[in-house]
């Protein structure tokens, strides 16, 4: 679970109470929280000291402060520079984890602001039609080769150099794929109404096929591709040839 902008929300103590908790939960499962906000003060999480504790505890990305109280806040003292001191370049910030406690200096990839037309990958923000706005960016090989095979992988996927679909492998674990007949079927209940995500992952669940809204986009992206599915205005309908095809699997299944 993401919480940007978390000190509007954990200004909420009983919100707060509940994130606290889940977090002591919810490592037991291999989930995780992740927190952004400007300054790590306690008023900023609620007053919980606990979820505080833990946050510290992981993984810690500090970028350049204004003001010497906010590393040692964030890294729990344990930071022995001053984050001040980063240079002023997009991107760069002290970053230290459980793992590894010795703090380094590091810098994301940075792709730009999408306000001033630089390219910059924004897959996840969409449009009505669910396509997503903008471009992606281009991410050197030695970097691609640093994440690993899997984010490779990944990266051809999106950008629509493999048609083969992508599974994580931990999410494989997990997870199974939305198949793309299950999602078709679904369709085809609601059709002709056509049905926006909430519809059509409700439909899918209770038809008893456990599916996440990313899982089912994938699914949906395939169908399109296919031409067996439309989308517009953010609501999804099979097309003439979805119908055909749909009709043809239940007269086989028949």
């Known amino acids: 679970m993401t919480i940007d902008e978390a000190h509007d929300y954990l200004s909420n103590r009983q919100f707060a109470g509940i994130v606290t908790k889940a977090s002591r939960m919810w490592r037991k499962c291999g989930m995780q929280v992740r927190i952004a906000t400007h300054t790590p003060l306690l008023s900023d999480l609620g007053g919980h000291m606990a979820l505080r504790d833990m946050l510290t505890g992981g993984q810690v990305w500090v970028g350049r402060t204004a ?3 906010s590393g040692p806040t964030a890294f729990n003292g344990r930071l022995p520079v001053d984050p001040r001191s980063i240079p002023a370049l997009p991107g760069m910030a002290y970053w230290m984890s459980a793992l590894s406690p010795k703090p380094m200096l590091a810098r994301t990839d940075w792709e730009g602001d999408p306000a001033t037309g630089d390219s910059c990958w924004y897959d996840w923000v969409r449009d009505g039609n669910d396509e997503p ?9 030695e970097t691609l080769a640093a994440f690993g095979d899997e984010y490779a992988a990944w ?3 999106t950008q629509g150099e493999s048609t083969e679909p992508f599974v994580p492998a931990q999410a494989a674990k997990l997870h199974r794929v939305v198949p793309t007949h299950a999602v078709l079927a679904a369709l085809w209940v609601l059709d002709p109404h056509s049905a926006d995500m909430d519809l ?5 669940q209770t038809a008893g096929v456990e599916a996440s809204i990313i899982e089912v986009r994938g699914a949906l992206a395939e169908l ?3 031409g067996m599915v439309e989308t517009v205005d953010g609501r999804h309908a099979l097309t003439a040839q979805g119908r055909a095809g749909m009709s043809e699997m239940m007269g086989a299944a028949a």
């Open 155 to 157: 990266v051809r996927h």
């Open 133 to 141: 706005i903008g471009y992606p960016g281009v991410l050197p090989a």
């Open 224 to 226: 399109r591709g296919d």
């Open 200 to 204: 059509l992952v409700g439909a899918l």
């Open 67 to 69: 003001n010497s109280l």
